[in-house]
C-alpha cells in the first residue's frame, strides 16, 4: 500500500497541526505529536512521511527517523484496520498470552505481524501495556483494551470487527 494523499496533511490536519505548536516551546518538542497526527493521517510514517514531517518541523529527516523507529507505536509500514497487539510479557504469558495469540493465528490465518489479505487485521506482540492485573490482554487500535481474555472471548471479539465491516 502507498503512502496516501502524497504525504500532505489535509487542511484539518494542518490546522490541527499549526494548533498543537503552539502548545510547545520549539517545532522539534511537536515532534511525537505531529507524527500521531502523520500516523492517523496516513495510517502509517513510512519514509516519505517521515520526510514530510520532517519539513514541517524544520529538523533532519535522520532525528526524525530514529524517533520513528524508537518507538514501537509508530508503524513503519502499512497495517490493518485492526490492529490487535497482544501483551505477551510475563504476567500475561504466565495467564494464557501464547494460547491467545495461537487462537488468533488460527482464526485469521496469519502470523505474528501480518496482516490479513483483506487489510482488515494485523497481528501484533507487545510488551507489557500496563494491564497484568486484568491478564491476560490486548489492544486494539493503540487505544482500547480487552482484558481477561479467553480464547471464547478473543474469538468472539475478532468475530465483532470482522461483522462492523460485512
Ligand atoms: S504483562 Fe501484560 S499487561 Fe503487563
Redesign the pocket.
Known amino acids: 500500500m502507498a503512502q496516501p494523499r502524497e504525504n500532505q496533511f489535509s487542511e484539518q490536519a494542518l490546522r490541527e497541526f499549526e494548533e498543537l505548536t503552539t502548545h510547545y516551546p520549539t517545532r522539534q518538542a511537536a515532534l511525537l505529536p505531529t507524527l500521531w497526527l502523520a500516523q492517523r493521517e496516513f495510517g502509517w510514517v513510512g519514509e516519505p512521511a517521515q520526510a514530510y514531517v520532517a519539513d514541517l518541523l524544520g529538523l533532519p529527516y535522520s532525528h526524525v527517523r530514529a524517533v520513528v523507529t524508537f518507538y514501537p507505536m509508530f508503524h513503519q509500514k502499512p497495517v490493518g484496520k485492526y490492529l490487535l497487539d497482544v501483551?505477551?510479557?510475563?504476567?500475561?504469558?504466565l495467564r494464557g498470552?501464547d494460547q491467545i495469540v495461537d487462537c488468533i493465528r488460527r482464526r485469521l490465518g496469519i502470523g505474528i505481524d501480518e496482516t490479513t489479505p483483506d487489510g482488515k487485521f494485523t497481528l501484533a506482540v507487545?510488551?507489557?501495556?500496563?494491564?497484568?492485573?486484568?491478564?491476560?490482554?490486548l489492544q486494539l487500535n493503540q487505544d482500547r483494551f480487552y482484558e481477561n481474555l479467553t480464547e471464547e472471548s478473543t474469538l468472539k471479539l475478532i468475530d465483532e470487527l470482522s461483522q462492523r465491516d460485512a
Open positions: 501483551c505477551t510479557n510475563l504476567s500475561c504469558r498470552a507487545a510488551e507489557c501495556l500496563a494491564s497484568c492485573g486484568t491478564a491476560p490482554m
